[in-house]
Structures are given as structure tokens and as C-alpha cells.
């Protein structure tokens, strides 16, 4: 299949699932319906201005600006983390235009939107590097599909998007079936657990959008997390308890992963060290949400 192809197949299969999983919460229907045009139109329109915000210049004001910049079709000229924040605006839209909560929709198409995003990262085989990680020397057993992806010159390139299309497979499949689960949790975990692998895949990437060392998709989910957790904390009230210290504890590690992608880019720090040390930052920051919905859960 063409990339075009492949990212057709996904938005049908999110939005069946979307729509299985709302009847199934004996929701109504209608809602996420009118959802399904909303996610498209603020997935495209956030994607692509998020990329165009990120690299305003003033030379860019032309009078071809409107045709080659605000509306230009380069694949890597997108953001994903841009797209996902649409696709849960458009949620949230089609909820408020309905009278309805957004919540559970949010619940509902958390797991389908997981599934759309692992579509998107597969398509990616179609797109040369966009992808693809560190080169893979000729002759190493990990040189091969699909560990590895081949450009048409027969050099193998680190499957970054294939990576990153398995977590999503995984958190897809994970919140799908887990039960038990708080109003809003599922969205919520879903969200926690896309963007705190991708903060790991975006330092692997070889094509990225960047400002010098910083990956700015990578910025973007760190300070996802961040605000996730501060609105966590927000919330709570509960005596001899330090209400913001989580947030202190992410910020923490965030500053962790922020000298780790200086040192990977500046220091002779072997690699492996420096991720290790990224996975224990990540590790911690899962550990401090997790504490602060816990600590929600008991003020509730």
C-alpha cells in the first residue's frame, strides 16, 4: 500500500473503533459522529500550524507564503504532537456542541486515536528517513527488516517508526481492555503513555523537528507530562501533604533529559549511558503521575 493508502486504512479503523467503543459506553451516538469531521479538520489544521509556529520568520511573508508555507504538503513539514492535540480538540468540540460531557468520549476515543497513531508511524516505511534512526553498519544481525529499514542504496537505518508504532499498538490494546477505570483515567493514561516513550524515539530520530540540540516534539510531551501533573496537584487537597512537589520532581527530570540530549550531542558520554539515564527520567516521571492521580483518587 502507498503511504496515502495507509493513512486512509488508519482514520477508518480509528474511527470505526471510535465509534464501537462509544456504543458500547452506551453513549450517544450522535456525538461522535459529528466528532469524526472535527478530528480530521483540527488534526490537519493543528499539525501543520503547530510546524509553521514553530519556524516563523519574518521572511517567510511573501507573496507566496499562503501557497508554499501555510499550506504546504511536505510529510515533514507536520507535527504529530500538534495532530494528536487536534484530534482531542476536535473530541472535545463535538462534545460541547452536543451539550454532552467530554470525558468519556475523551475515554472512548483514547484507545482508537492510540491505534490511528501507530497507523501513521507504519506509513512512515513510505517515507525514506523520516523514520529511521541511527545507520546500521553492513553485516550486523540487526541490519534487517525490521529492526532496520533500507534506503535504496541497501543502507539499513534504525526502525524508529516501527518502534513507535508498537507502543501505540500496545497502549492501544492496553486501555482497551483494562478495567476499573476512573472517569477520564483512560484518556488520561493513554495520553501519559504515547507521550513518555516519544520523549525516548524523538532523541533517536535522525530527521526531527529541532531548535540546535532541543527536539521540539520531545519538549512538547516533557511539557505535556508537566501539565498533567500540575493539574493533578492543582486538585488536591489534603493536610501535611506538599501539593506541588510532583511538579518539582518532573521538572526535575526533565531538566535530566535536557542535559542528556546536550551531552548526546556535545560530551563524549557513551550512548548507552545517556539513554539509561533518559529511562530513568522517564521511569520517574510515569511514577510521579501515577502518585499524583493516587492522591487525587484518596482526596476524591
Known amino acids: 500500500m502507498t503511504y496515502g493508502t495507509m493513512l486512509i486504512v488508519s482514520i477508518l479503523v480509528c474511527f470505526l473503533y471510535d465509534l464501537l467503543r ?4 452506551a453513549l450517544p451516538v450522535k456525538t461522535c459522529l459529528i466528532s469524526l469531521p472535527l478530528i480530521l479538520l483540527c488534526a490537519i489544521v493543528l499539525s501543520r500550524l503547530t510546524y509553521v509556529l514553530c519556524f516563523l520568520d519574518l521572511e517567510m511573508f511573501d507573496e507566496y507564503w499562503v ?5 504546504s504538503k511536505k510529510i515533514t513539514e507536520f507535527s504529530v ?3 494528536a492535540v487536534g484530534a482531542c480538540l476536535g473530541v472535545y468540540l463535538a462534545a460541547r456542541l452536543t451539550h454532552a460531557r467530554s470525558l468519556p468520549y475523551l475515554d472512548a476515543f483514547a484507545p482508537a486515536g492510540a491505534l490511528l497513531l501507530c497507523g501513521i508511524r507504519i506509513a512512515e516505511i513510505h517515507q525514506g528517513r523520516l523514520g529511521a534512526g541511527m545507520y546500521i553498519p553492513e553485516g550486523s544481525p540487526q541490519a534487517r527488516f525490521p529492526l532496520a529499514n533500507t534506503n535504496d542504496w541497501g543502507e539499513a537505518f534504525l526502525s524508529v517508526f516501527l518502534l513507535e508504532a508498537a507502543v501505540a499498538l500496545l497502549v492501544a490494546i492496553l486501555f482497551s481492555v483494562l478495567p476499573g477505570l476512573k472517569a477520564g483515567r483512560c484518556f488520561t493514561y493513554t495520553v501519559l503513555y504515547l507521550a ?9 530520530r535522525a530527521i526531527s523537528m529541532r531548535w540546535g540540540f532541543v527536539h521540539i516534539e520531545q519538549l512538547f510531551c516533557g511539557l505535556l507530562v508537566l501539565l498533567m501533573v500540575f493539574l493533578g496537584c492543582r486538585k488536591v487537597h489534603m493536610a501535611f501533604t506538599p501539593r506541588f512537589l510532583p511538579v518539582l520532581g518532573v521538572i526535575g527530570c526533565i531538566g535530566i533529559i535536557v542535559f ?4 548526546l550531542d556535545k560530551f563524549a ?5 545517556c539513554y539509561g539515564i533518559m529511562i530513568l527520567a ?3 516521571m510515569a511514577v510521579l503521575e501515577h502518585y499524583t492521580l493516587h492522591r487525587l483518587d484518596r482526596a476524591e
Open 81 to 83: 504532537f500538534g495532530g
Open 282 to 284: 522517564l521511569s520517574g
Open 260 to 263: 542528556v540530549e546536550f551531552a
Open 67 to 71: 501557497e508554499d508555507v501555510l499550506l
Open 269 to 273: 558520554i557513551p550512548d548507552l549511558l
Open 196 to 204: 513518555l516513550p516519544q520523549i525516548f524515539f524523538e532523541s533517536l
Open 22 to 25: 462509544v456504543k458500547r459506553a
